[in-house]
């Protein structure tokens, strides 16, 4: 890595989806927001929100009701509210989403409040499409942390943790000094982004063709690669695509992304993630076509040492 972007670990999609011609959403996908879906289906990657649920009250309400629990509320979409107020110490994880198709025009009249780094970065891809899920992405979540912070979108400074694997500097971004973290993902025609107190990691995939799902099934933990073998073929892929990004989002919180096996920690393939030690996994509701997750921290025990003292000094 060159310069200090807001880039997860594994910011390309590590599971190769079932796309299009152009590479965005699915074919034939609906508008991200608009199709409801049961948790509890198994042939469903993730639940799915209605428009109503996370674009109107809950720009304000909704984040703070379940921050006892460490568990966010479903994303607010945000082309359809308004950005949030300073960041509140212990309001609890927040979930923010954007729709690039429907962001795309706006990301390209702010592209000037990403820094050099990032700019640069957008210009490195090759397909259109690619470029402006990075530039929503990036727009988005400056604007987002420049209203949480209180200061202007492109004063904030991204930085890189350290590496808890290595210690080299391709950790968790970070914004220097912030009283919040943060964490960044994007596929298809959905970017996901994730704010806590804690070390957060977030992660959306488009739901990816069977085949892909039993090739890539092989490097999951056993316990979980025996779950899949026991479902219905046609089941297995939303089964897989849960179990991924339940994967890759605890990894991306503890911030060493795939640079550990995922054949390491058990995150299971059911309705219900599995319980993972020091942190909270929820399934994150997006819309049909896609998967999503979201892993947090626990709080420490009284007397441990305090996150803020592993900072970098000065907040995808």
Same mark, same amino acid.
């Given at each position: ?72 509320? =479903?994303?607010?979409?945000? %082309?359809? /509210?308004? +950005? $949030? !107020?300073?960041?509140? @110490?212990?309001?609890?994880? #927040?979930? &923010? ?124 933990? =056993?316990?979980?690669?025996? %779950?899949? /073998?026991? +479902? $219905? !073929?046609?089941?297995? @892929?939303?089964?897989?695509? #849960?179990? &991924? ?72």
């Amino acid at each position: 890595m060159t310069g200090p972007e807001a880039r997860e670990p594994a910011e390309r999609p590590a599971v190769p989806p079932a796309s299009g011609p152009s590479g965005g959403a699915p074919t034939g996908a609906p508008d991200p927001r608009a199709s409801t879906v049961s948790r509890a289906s198994p042939a469903s990657p993730s639940a799915t929100a209605s428009p109503s649920a996370t674009a109107s009250g809950s720009a304000t309400a909704s984040p703070d009701s379940r921050a006892d629990a460490g568990t966010p509320a =479903p994303p607010v979409w945000l %082309e359809d /509210a308004s +950005l $949030p !107020g300073p960041w509140v @110490p212990g309001s609890g994880p #927040r979930l &923010w989403a954007v729709r690039v198709s429907a962001y795309r025009r706006r990301a390209g009249r702010d592209e000037g409040l990403l820094d050099e780094g990032e700019r640069a970065r957008c210009r490195q891809f090759v397909r259109e499409a690619d470029r402006d899920r990075y530039r929503v992405a990036h727009v988005a979540l400056r604007r987002l942390l420049g209203a949480s912070l209180a200061c202007a979108p492109e004063a904030v400074r991204l930085v890189r943790e350290a590496c808890p694997g290595c210690g080299g500097p391709h950790g968790r971004p970070a914004v220097a000094g912030a009283p919040l973290h943060f964490s960044l993902s994007h596929a298809g025609d959905v970017v996901l982004l994730g704010f806590a107190d804690r070390p957060v990691g977030v992660d959306v995939e488009a739901a990816p063709a069977s085949g892909t799902a039993e090739e890539v099934a092989a490097v999951l933990h =056993p316990a979980e690669r025996a %779950e899949l /073998a026991e +479902l $219905p !073929g046609r089941d297995r @892929p939303a089964a897989f695509a #849960r179990c &991924w990004v339940r994967k890759e989002a605890y990894l991306k919180g503890v911030g060493i992304g795939l640079g550990e096996d995922p054949a390491v920690s058990y995150v299971g393939t059911g309705a219900v993630p599995a319980s993972l030690p020091g942190w909270s996994l929820a399934d994150v509701p997006v819309p049909r076509g896609y998967a999503a997750a979201c892993a947090v921290a626990r709080p420490r025990p009284v007397g441990g040492a305090g996150d803020a003292a592993r900072r970098t000094g000065l907040g995808n």
